[in-house]
T-cell receptor
Framework: LAKTTQPISMDSYEGQEVNITCSHNNIATNDYITWYQQFPSQGPRFIIQGYKTKVTNEVASLFIPADRKSSTLSLPRVSLSDTAVYYCLVVYTGGFKTIFGAGTRLFVKA | GAGVSQSPSNKVTEKGKDVELRCDPISGHTALYWYRQSLGQGLEFLIYFQGNSAPDKSGLPSDRFSAERTGGSVSTLTIQRTQQEDSAVYLC?????????????FGPGTRLTVT
């Protein structure tokens, strides 16, 4: 299973764009890259998923370079309510074991 | 529609007692996952069900932990002879299928405190 590495914490200000990069050097051909968001006292919530290149939804964008050894979650114009822990996961399509790392604690300041 | 529900929301138990945690997945979801999250930590994968079957139980921390799923729906995580290190939030998630590109929907968790 591919291990992920991401920054422990990040600070930002309201209205800024936030980019969180995750390393997954031993990602396999059939693995997907998925990001979840978790607020205190809640279960994680799916944000976005991708396999390669760029994926965008109403919440975020996910950039994946050609070698797929890293990925970057981009949150446009963050607000105070985006303060949360963001988890990067690599999920094997042929399996089921889901490994959440320690996540990145994002603090958005006014 | 209804999301994933878990009960109880909070459980305080004495060391050595057995506890049962319940998870009701989203109707129609065939895959169900259990995780454990200690204070300030990431999620630790415990077990996965596809239907009523758990292909791999190696994520369970010890033989005091067991889980079952019946009727392809409700799942119960049982911890026997609880220890203080079992104190954590236990999260359940379900997905439509067990494929990796399926979004997992999480319940609110059960906060277990072992005194």
């Amino acid at each position: 299973l591919a291990k992920t590495t991401q920054p422990i914490s990040m600070d930002s200000y309201e209205g800024q764009e936030v980019n969180i990069t995750c390393s997954h050097n031993n990602i396999a051909t059939n693995d997907y890259i998925t990001w979840y968001q978790q607020f205190p006292s809640q279960g994680p919530r799916f944000i976005i998923q991708g396999y390669k290149t760029k994926v965008t939804n109403e919440v975020a964008s996910l950039f994946i370079p050609a070698d797929r050894k890293s990925s970057t979650l981009s949150l446009p114009r963050v607000s105070l309510s985006d303060t949360a822990v963001y988890y990067c996961l690599v999920v094997y399509t042929g399996g089921f074991k889901t490994i959440f790392g320690a996540g990145t604690r994002l603090f958005v300041k006014a | 529609g209804a999301g994933v529900s878990q009960s109880p929301s909070n459980k305080v138990t004495e060391k050595g007692k057995d506890v049962e945690l319940r998870c009701d997945p989203i109707s129609g979801h065939t895959a169900l996952y259990w995780y454990r999250q200690s204070l300030g930590q990431g999620l630790e994968f415990l077990i996965y069900f596809q239907g009523n079957s758990a292909p791999d139980k190696s994520g369970l921390p010890s033989d005091r932990f067991s889980a079952e799923r019946t009727g392809g729906s409700v799942s119960t995580l049982t911890i026997q002879r609880t220890q203080q290190e079992d104190s954590a939030v236990y999260l359940c998630a379900s997905s439509l299928t067990g494929q990796a590109n399926n979004e997992q929907y999480f319940g609110p968790g059960t906060r277990l405190t072992v005194t």
